[in-house]
């Protein structure tokens, strides 16, 4: 019984002085690692609102801070832009309007944006084409999600023998575009 005591209490001084530290430590790194993504997601979308758009040095910059976490990460952009469209009973003739409007809302996601960032030609990075431009008023939003599993989620995961899933930085942000690009 004695011995029993003596494995328990080493045991229980194991897991302080070195698992639980280990742990810790781990968990505030993704911590520091979902902050650090926070930080580069609201700066860019920011920067987007009030610039009223985006360049491909924009793009490029908010994506290697985001690589700077040692984490990699799946990163969406909504842009919904709003349409005030009058009713007419025939378009081709202006004097049908019907007295009302109807709006129309159109989203454009990464498989629009990034084609106008990157084109499949070797025009400057600078070069006005290469800006995908928005309206004031529209709305511009972003969702980052971690792809990998982090280190704290590998750690716990090894202590419970467990298979937590990957998506443990989830960040949406967004709101509306306040200026026009130029």
Do not use: W
């Not at 084409?129 to 989620?153: E, I, L, P």
């Not at 995961?157 to 130029?182: C, H, Q, T, W």
């Amino acid at each position: 019984m004695n011995s029993f005591i003596k494995i328990f209490a080493v045991l229980i001084t194991v897991l302080l002085l070195y698992i639980y530290p280990i742990s810790t430590a781990m968990n505030q790194q993704d911590d520091i690692s979902e902050l650090v993504a926070l930080r580069a997601t609201t700066a860019f979308v920011d920067a987007v609102r009030d610039k009223g758009g985006i360049t491909p040095t924009m793009y490029n910059d908010f994506v290697s801070a985001l690589e700077a976490t040692g984490n990699t990460f799946d990163v969406r952009m909504e842009h919904d832009s709003k349409k005030v469209v009058p009713i007419y009973d025939d378009p081709t003739r202006p004097e049908t309007f019907k007295d009302s409007y109807e709006i129309q809302y159109d989203a454009f996601i990464n498989a629009q944006i990034l084609p106008v960032l990157f084109p499949s030609n070797q025009l400057a990075k600078d070069d006005p084409s290469r800006r995908y431009k928005m309206r004031a008023g529209d709305s511009f939003a972003v969702v980052v999600r971690n792809t990998n599993r982090t280190v704290g989620t590998l750690f716990f995961d090894f202590l419970n023998n467990a298979n937590s899933p990957n998506e443990k930085i989830v960040i949406p942000y967004g709101g509306a575009v306040r200026n026009e690009m130029d």
